[in-house]
């Protein structure tokens, strides 16, 4: 069965801080690696790809990927209230026909 | 530029009926999926089309079936609604290219709740 594991949280940091999400995954032949932010009672919106070993970054969000530890991460800097949400992550191969995705963290930013 | 549309947002179903759920991209997608998400569970794939064509089943199929209607179309069909069957249903689309960097990750609707009482 493969799986990607997260920590449900919640996770709350006060605002301007850094959250540090993680997730793992089961499945070595994954390739593409995607965080998805969902607010409550919404739909899941994808904010971050990533496809190789290392950081992206994109604005104050920056993916990390370690594929020897079977690893991804997220980071938001400067943590705003508006980030408060569910983040997924999720994994697929190539062609993402059967991405898998995780529970979901709760993340609160306090004000 | 709609995305992708999802409806019903809100359906109420005795045990026994039947439904469809009907979503429709406008991106030009040629992969379009049927995910479930529970509390708890994370979201759950039931099938999903590759493209035009094609369907295949995901990880939950059992208790649904789907129809690829042409590009832009993809409905879920309920033929005999269980009380495991409440959830929430998202509609999802997305390109896709060759090599790792071939799935470029997925757009959903809003979403259809569903309660079978």
């Known amino acids: 069965q493969k799986e990607v594991e997260q920590n449900s949280g919640p996770l709350s940091v006060p605002e301007g801080a850094i959250a540090s999400l993680n997730c793992t995954y089961s499945?070595?032949?994954?390739?593409?690696f995607f965080w998805y932010r969902q607010y409550s009672g919404k739909s899941p919106e994808l904010i971050m790809s990533?496809?190789?070993?290392g950081d992206k970054e994109d604005g104050r969000f920056t993916a990390q990927l370690n594929k020897a530890s079977q690893y991804v991460s997220l980071l938001i800097r400067d943590s705003q209230p508006s980030d408060s949400a569910t983040y997924l992550c999720a994994g697929g191969g190539t062609g993402g026909f059967k991405t898998i995705f995780g529970a979901g963290t709760r993340l609160f930013v306090k004000a | 530029n709609a995305g992708v549309t999802q409806t019903p947002k809100f359906q109420v179903l005795k045990t026994g009926q039947s439904m469809t759920l009907q979503c429709a991209q406008d991106?030009?997608?040629?992969?379009m999926y049927w995910y479930r998400q529970d509390p708890g569970m994370g979201l759950r794939l039931i099938y999903y089309s590759a493209s035009e064509g094609t369907t295949d089943k995901g990880e939950v199929p059992n208790g649904y079936n789907v129809s690829r209607l042409n590009k832009r179309e993809f409905s879920l069909r309920l033929e005999s609604a269980a009380p495991s069957q409440t959830s929430v249903y998202f509609c999802?689309?997305?390109?896709?290219?060759?090599?790792?960097?071939?799935?470029?990750?997925?757009?959903f609707g809003s979403g259809t709740r569903l309660t079978v009482v």
């Open positions: 499945d070595r032949g994954s390739q593409s």
């Open positions: 999802a689309s997305s390109d896709r290219g060759t090599g790792p960097s071939g799935n470029y990750g997925y757009t």
């Open positions: 991106m030009n997608h040629n992969s």
């Open positions: 990533i496809y190789s070993n």
